[in-house]
């Protein structure tokens, strides 16, 4: 089993950044590909992006290319979302999920419990 925990989250004004982390306990996640995923109020769940078990590759939603970079540091047993110029629509539940690249949620076997980021205009 892997248990994922995210942290990071938080309140913060416009145009300002996070840096989110999704740590391990238990199996290490550092043979598995691990994705992002947001979800605000009354939405759906939402792909962010995906990193590759080795890091070599990421990919990005269309809808957050450019200010958003997903890194890892094995090492850690650690993944990274950076957040960079908020704005009030990326006021959601973040979360990291384990073991699959692709954009469906549903192809995903572990999940974390979330980490709230909230942006104020």
């Known amino acids: 089993q892997v248990q994922l925990v995210e942290s990071g989250g938080g309140l913060v004004q416009a145009g300002g950044s996070l840096r989110l982390s999704c740590a391990a306990s238990?199996?290490?996640?550092?043979?598995?590909?691990v994705g992002w995923f947001r979800q605000a109020p009354g939405k759906e769940r939402e792909y962010v992006g995906t990193?590759?078990?080795?890091?070599?590759?990421?990919y990005y939603a269309d809808s957050v290319k450019g200010r958003f970079t997903i890194s890892r540091d094995n090492a850690k047993g650690t993944v990274f979302l950076q957040i960079n110029s908020l704005n009030p629509d990326d006021t959601a539940v973040y979360y990291c999920?384990?073991?699959?690249?692709?954009?469906?949620?549903?192809?995903?076997?572990?999940w974390g419990q979330g980490t709230q980021v909230t942006v104020s205009s």
């Open positions: 990193v590759t078990w080795s890091g070599d590759r990421t």
């Open positions: 238990g199996r290490t996640i550092n043979s598995y590909d």
């Open positions: 999920a384990a073991g699959s690249r692709s954009a469906n949620p549903r192809l995903y076997t572990y």
